[in-house]
Nanobody, 127 residues
């Protein structure tokens, strides 16, 4: 059974930083692309960032470009989201996800392309 467990959420002041982690188990983590999505109160869940299985390719939502960085350590079955220069509008529940298919060099930006999801971790940015 595949499990994704996020950690690292919490309360942070605007301008601060936070690093989220997502630990995966249950399948060959290094063979699948990963992504982070978020859902703010009263809004639909949205794409934040994605990374290919090798870590060599990634894509970011415009709203987080230059502030967020995704990385992965396949030896530890973990993907990270480093968030800098946080803004109140970054407040949301952040979800990590593992792709539905294994495809070398690809990353995915649509929710339907992900099969497994974590339970989410709350990030609150105070102004």
């Amino acid at each position: 059974q595949v499990q994704l467990v996020e950690s690292g959420g919490g309360l942070v002041q605007a301008g601060g930083s936070r690093r989220l982690s997502c630990a995966a188990s249950g399948r060959t983590f290094s063979s699948y692309a990963s992504g982070w999505f978020r859902q703010a109160p009263g809004k639909e869940r949205e794409f934040v960032v994605a990374i290919s299985w090798s870590g060599g390719r990634s894509d970011y939502a415009d709203s987080v470009k230059g502030r967020f960085t995704i990385s992965r350590d396949n030896a530890k079955n973990t993907v990270y989201l480093q968030m800098n220069s946080l803004k109140p509008e970054d407040t949301a529940v952040y979800y990590c996800a593992d792709a539905r298919t294994s495809s070398s060099g690809r990353y995915y930006t649509l929710e339907d392309e992900y099969e497994y999801w974590g339970q989410g971790t709350q990030v609150t940015v105070s102004s």
